[in-house]
Nanobody, 125 residues
């Protein structure tokens, strides 16, 4: 059974940093693109960023570029989303997702095969 489990969410002040983790079991992430998405109340799921299978390339949504960084360690079957200089508009549930692909920039949520349960990030101004 494949599972992706996120952790690291919480409540922080604007300008702070957070590091979200995504640990996989049941699959080897070394064959998968890792994506991060978020969904705020009343809004559609939004692409945050994605990283190719080896970790050599990443791609970010406009709002994430320069503030958020994806990393991964395939030996640990884990990916991370480092969030710096967070803003109130970053408040959302954050999800990690995985899809077997050689690409990097997979922005459509319905292309991903596996999803975590989500972790809440709340930013107060």
């Amino acid at each position: 059974q494949v599972q992706l489990v996120e952790s690291g969410g919480g409540s922080v002040q604007a300008g702070a940093s957070l590091r979200l983790s995504c640990v996989a079991s049941g699959i080897s992430l070394s064959s998968y693109v890792m994506g991060w998405f978020r969904q705020a109340p009343g809004k559609e799921r939004e692409f945050v960023g994605s990283m190719n299978w080896s970790g050599s390339r990443s791609y970010y949504g406009d709002f994430a570029e320069g503030r958020f960084t994806i990393s991964r360690d395939n030996a640990k079957n884990t990916a991370w989303l480092q969030m710096d200089s967070v803003r109130s508009e970053d408040t959302a549930v954050y999800y990690c997702a995985a899809v077997a692909s050689l690409r990097t920039n997979i922005v459509d949520w319905d292309k991903y095969d596996y999803w975590g349960q989500g972790t809440q990030v709340t930013v107060s101004s």
